[in-house]
């Protein structure tokens, strides 16, 4: 599967949105304009290793400021109003799913956890 096919399965499952980001840098792939700058990239690599800066930072994609919830070092969520993003990382990859009112933060999370565990069961 290519990896825009592999973003596209992101907005295909509701998201508003959605990117997969090498670990070390480097968009592999985004759908519907779903971009970091690399400010925004360096800032969420660095919350997976430090959480608690995530208080204070919140979470920055595509401009938008979130609020950080329940963040660990392998997934962080975040929210603003009605609207979130759920950011996991599997082997090799960040991927990033933003959803809005549609969508609760429980289904996006089963959802978004679907991509990344069929991303690690092929090798990523």
Not at 28 to 45: H, M, P, R, V, Y
Not at 46 to 69: P, R
Not at 90 to 99: E, K
Request: hydrophobic letters at 35%; a neutral charge.
């Amino acid at each position: 599967m290519s990896w825009q096919a592999w973003a596209d399965t992101i907005t295909n499952a509701g998201f508003k949105c959605g990117a997969i980001y090498g670990q070390q840098g480097g968009c592999w792939a985004q759908s519907n304009g779903c971009t970091l700058s690399d400010e925004e990239f360096q800032k969420i690599s660095h919350g997976f290793q430090d959480v608690s800066q995530l208080g204070q930072t919140g979470l920055v994609v595509n401009g938008i400021k979130y609020f950080a919830l329940l963040c660990d070092d392998t997934t962080l969520r975040g929210k603003k109003g009605d609207n979130g993003v759920l950011i996991i990382k599997s082997n090799q990859a960040i991927v990033i799913g933003v959803f809005d009112s549609r969508m609760q933060p429980g289904e996006a999370n089963l959802k978004l956890d679907d991509v990344v565990k069929n991303l690690k069961n092929s090798g990523y």
